[in-house]
């Protein structure tokens, strides 16, 4: 199972991301599903602004690229643990979210943008895989 942050989500949409290259190669070479959380979808609504974009997103959840693990009640509270533990960096809300899929299902690759925070965080004291 890998993870997909929101900057490859946008990256993956947007044609003028200078990303998008490199995350469309990555792409063909890993299989889907990619597995990601709420917080990070909404970052990546945000972040694509126009309907035609959050749309291809849309089409790629409906398609079950990618997928969506649910988050419980007990997951809140490691998400605020994980969030205090990182304060420093900050780690933000999808991050946390994604760091605690990784530790329950026990996840050890993450498709991000976000090589500085990613490379610090760990999921049962190991350092994630990070692609690209």
Not at 15 to 37: E, G, Q, Y
Not at 85 to 90: A, D, I, T
Not at 110 to 121: E, G, I
Request: with cysteine.
């Amino acid at each position: 199972m890998i993870l997909i942050d929101a900057g490859p989500m946008v990256a993956l949409i947007n044609a003028n991301d200078s990303h998008h290259d490199s995350c469309l190669a990555i792409m063909k070479k890993i299989r889907p599903p990619l597995w990601t959380v709420w917080p990070a979808v909404t970052e990546a609504m945000y972040l694509l602004e126009d309907f035609r974009a959050q749309d291809a997103l849309w089409q790629m959840i409906f398609r079950e690229v990618i997928k969506i693990e649910p988050l419980n009640p007990q997951d809140l509270h490691a998400i605020r643990d994980l969030m205090e533990k990182y304060r420093n960096l900050p780690m933000d809300l999808a991050d946390a979210a994604l760091m605690r899929i990784a530790e329950r299902r026990g996840i050890q690759t993450v498709f991000t943008l976000d090589k500085r925070d990613f490379s610090v965080y760990r999921v049962r004291r190991k350092q994630l895989r990070v692609i690209p």
